[in-house]
């Protein structure tokens, strides 16, 4: 089915970074999807979490805490962990995209393994979980599904963390527990912990069923299974396969023993343990006895005698935490006794034996001691790789990037800080060499700081005209925004009164100023407003008034005209000529006043008030209003008409 119809996810820009191409798997807490990551031009997994998942708080907060842990991750053997991030009720952890297929996918289509290739996967899975586990993280959902075998051979752990975060939820486990109970240890199914043994639990039942093709028990309910873990113990593998090697059957038996203190104590115990096992197994299977055969028995001393080199089997013991003198009941036969090829004869009082027997004695123990060297280096080997990836270090405060980079052993080093338009000051705006790059251990990664967006200062363009101004501003690499024009009767007419922001300020790069135009000098309209009133404001302007008196039916002291007009282009100091009411003729009457029955109420006394509070307190006593700007300012200067007016009537302000 083409998931492009099917999934809106497909073909959306994830968080205007991540462009989803394909759906790639789906379970049961979340879907996988490949994803170009266009800030960066390189192909990543991006894992979307089921929204029953997403829409719980609790959930999305410990799945945060968890993703920033795991990608402080820097494993060969370990998928890495790039960024997390929400995108409306999305929340996504971006990945490395790892080709291949899940060692689920391998079980399917073989089933159960040979020994030495189960042993191959195995062992660098607990390399991986042994780096977490010295950097105090646990997996707790160790299982094929979460180990990835790369098109190249490359084993990969992924899914660090996860489980703890749904552990956070409100939601039922039942679900949960179906898809991974097969592999949880007794402790998480009975208390729901779990510390490193429980992930070195898992990987023992994981190494079970790749050396038998199943799961130790099967169960017609997940709790039936659960209930096995918990009360029963986990049969060796070659109780189901024959052939199948003693020291892998005490591998098992150790790293799933329902008491987690006689587990190894962790998966790099666990690791040096299958690398000397790993080591024992024959080219073909005929040169080890079969777990079910016995080994040629000891010489029993006559009398106490100093112990002879351990085998092979007794280093094993003692490599997954077994004491020596008890060694587990199920490999006594293989694991406690030397193997037939180094059996000698009783051995002899110190007094009886040669020198040559003496120079022997000490060749043994030589080699003894060579062969556990061997083994502690060929487990470090494994454990470690000579070349690490550099850790994702971008978007995080450079202190702490640079204390992150420092734990993780690279040699850390802050480059000159660049300017730019999304990323905060003092952030991690690039690591060089990149992040996921593989480089030496202890190389040098240098962090180049965010020097945040590039401000500069808005240039001083008072007093210029447009042009002038638009390239002053252009060239402080700013743009010209809106243009709007004012009167000004102190700056002439066409040249910059003022900018928005203020001259002086420091703003973006590349933002806009807005200009304030000077109209010049703009006549003040007047008319309705008392001529006491009028003729102060012409005054304190500068002009030269005149007044004439006329009869007319509107309020005695009301100026009805002037010339020239309200609005018109003038200079300072001309003459205008007012016309003022004298009152009307006698016999005339107020309109009103012929209108019985009219609505009449007390006009406010809005003077000196704010404009906008002036307005609401007209309107709220029922009158219609009508501003007029004359001098600039934000209060009332003069309020026509007044006393009682006709409610519904029209009332001016001039301000």
């Not at 077994?322 to 051995?347: E, G, I, S």
């Amino acid at each position: 089915m083409d998931t492009t119809l099917t999934d809106p996810i497909v073909g959306h820009l994830l968080d205007g970074r991540y462009r989803v191409e394909s759906r790639i798997a789906r379970g049961g807490m979340a879907s996988v999807y490949l994803a170009l990551d266009i800030r960066l031009d390189r192909t990543v997994a991006v894992k979307v979490m089921h929204h029953t998942l997403a829409e719980d708080p609790q959930f999305v907060r410990r799945f945060i805490g968890e993703a920033r842990s795991v990608a402080s991750l820097s494993h060969p053997n370990i998928v890495q962990v790039f960024d997390q991030g929400t995108d409306g009720k999305l929340v996504y952890l971006s990945m490395e995209y790892v080709p291949g297929r899940t060692l689920r996918d391998v079980l399917r289509e073989r089933g159960r393994l040979p020994a030495r290739e189960a042993l191959e996967i195995v062992i660098p899975v607990l390399a991986a979980l042994g780096a977490a586990h010295q950097a105090g993280l646990i997996h707790r959902d160790v299982k094929p599904e979460n180990v990835l075998l790369t098109d190249n051979g490359r084993v990969k752990v992924v899914d660090f963390g996860l489980a703890r975060a749904v552990e956070a939820t409100n939601q039922t486990k039942t679900g949960m527990m179906i898809g991974t109970i097969g592999y949880m240890s007794p402790e998480q199914v009975t208390a729901g912990v779990a510390d490193a043994r429980s992930d070195v639990y898992s990987a023992g039942i994981m190494l079970f069923e790749l050396l038998t093709g199943r799961q130790p028990y099967e169960g017609e309910t997940p709790m039936s299974v659960a209930y096995r873990h918990v009360h029963d113990s986990v049969p060796v593998p070659s109780a189901l396969v024959e052939g199948i090697p003693a020291p892998l059957d005490a591998l098992v038996a150790a790293a799933t023993d329902r008491d987690p203190a006689k587990r190894p104590s962790d998966a790099t115990a666990m690791l040096v343990a299958a690398v000397q096992v790993h080591r024992q197994l024959p080219k073909t299977p005929q040169q080890l006895p079969k777990a079910g055969a016995h080994a040629a028995p000891p010489a029993t001393p006559a009398q106490p005698a100093p112990a002879e080199p351990y085998s092979t089997g007794q280093m094993l013991a003692v490599g997954l935490n077994t004491p020596r003198q008890n060694p587990p009941a199920n490999v006594t036969r293989t694991m406690v006794h030397p193997r037939p090829d180094m059996l000698t004869a009783a051995p002899e009082t110190p007094r009886s034996r040669k020198p040559g027997i003496f120079r022997a004695g000490w060749f043994v123990a030589g080699l003894a001691l060579l062969m556990v060297a061997g083994i502690a280096l060929t487990g470090w080997w494994f454990s470690q790789s000579r070349n690490v990836k550099v850790p994702e270090l971008t978007d995080r405060n450079v202190t702490l990037a640079k204390q992150q980079g420092e734990s993780q052993g690279f040699v850390i080093k802050i480059g000159k800080a660049r300017f730019d338009d999304h990323l905060d000051k003092n952030m991690v705006l690039e690591t060089q060499p990149a992040a996921g790059s593989e480089v030496a251990r202890g190389s040098v990664i240098t962090l180049i700081p965010s020097a945040g967006p590039e401000t500069v200062p808005v240039p001083k363009v008072e007093g210029m005209d447009e042009a002038t101004a638009r390239d002053a501003i252009a060239k402080a690499g700013l743009d010209v925004g809106r243009v709007s024009k004012v009167a000004s009767d102190t700056v002439p007419r066409g040249l910059v009164v003022r900018t928005n922001p203020v001259v002086g300020k420091q703003v973006r790069k590349n933002s806009d100023v807005n200009l304030v135009i000077s109209a010049g000098l703009l006549m003040p309209d007047v008319t309705q407003m008392t001529r006491d009133q009028a003729q102060q404001i012409l005054t304190q302007k500068g002009f030269n008034v005149q007044i004439d008196e006329t009869a007319d039916d509107t309020e005695p002291g009301t100026v009805i005209a002037q010339d020239p007009p309200g609005g018109s282009e003038t200079v300072a100091g001309a003459p205008v000529r007012l016309t003022v009411s004298k009152g009307p003729d006698q016999g005339w009457h107020w309109p009103w006043e012929n209108q019985p029955g009219q609505n009449m109420a007390n006009v406010p006394d809005v003077r000196f008030k704010n404009v906008q509070d002036a307005e609401n307190e007209l309107k709220a006593a029922g009158f219609k209003v009508k501003t007029r700007d004359v001098l600039g300012t934000q209060r009332v200067v003069d309020e026509r008409p007044m006393g009682q007016q006709p409610i519904g009537s029209q009332i001016t302000i001039w301000h």
